[in-house]
């Protein structure tokens, strides 16, 4: 497993942009898949992107296509989520997540074995 610290959360009106970042440590990071997943109240936690262990695959949820960008960078561990264009219903929790395993999906949660406690991302209208 790897230790995930995610920051960049905060109060944001429609339309506008955050980005949050992912430090991961504990161990090879280059080595893991990453995802960023969200769950807002009363709600199960979704799939919003991820990223494959080169930077190389990216893959968005419908809902955030075209607004959300996932990158990283190795070298210092760390994996962005650029949003922009934000909305109302992109309120939630936001967590990062690492998985160790090439072969899982990069779509469902239980792919993955590390995840950080959360950022608080909140449009308002």
């Known amino acids: 497993q790897v230790q995930l610290v995610e920051s960049g959360g905060g109060l944001v009106q429609a339309g506008g942009s955050l980005r949050l970042s992912c430090v991961a440590s504990?161990?090879?990071?280059?080595?893991?898949?990453m995802g960023w997943f969200r769950q807002a109240p009363g709600k199960e936690r979704e799939f919003v992107s991820a990223?494959?262990?080169?930077?190389?695959?990216?893959y968005y949820a419908d809902s955030v296509k075209g607004r959300f960008t996932i990158s990283r960078d190795n070298a210092k561990n760390t994996v962005y989520l650029q949003m922009n264009s934000l909305k109302p219903e992109d309120t939630a929790l936001y967590y990062c997540?690492?998985?160790?395993?090439?072969?899982?999906?990069?779509?469902?949660?239980?792919?993955?074995?590390?995840w950080g406690q959360g950022t608080q991302v909140t449009v308002s209208s």
């Open positions: 997540a690492a998985d160790s395993d090439y072969r899982g999906s990069y779509y469902w949660s239980g792919s993955y074995d590390s």
């Open positions: 504990g161990r090879t990071f280059s080595a893991f898949k």
């Open positions: 990223i494959s262990w080169s930077g190389g695959n990216t």
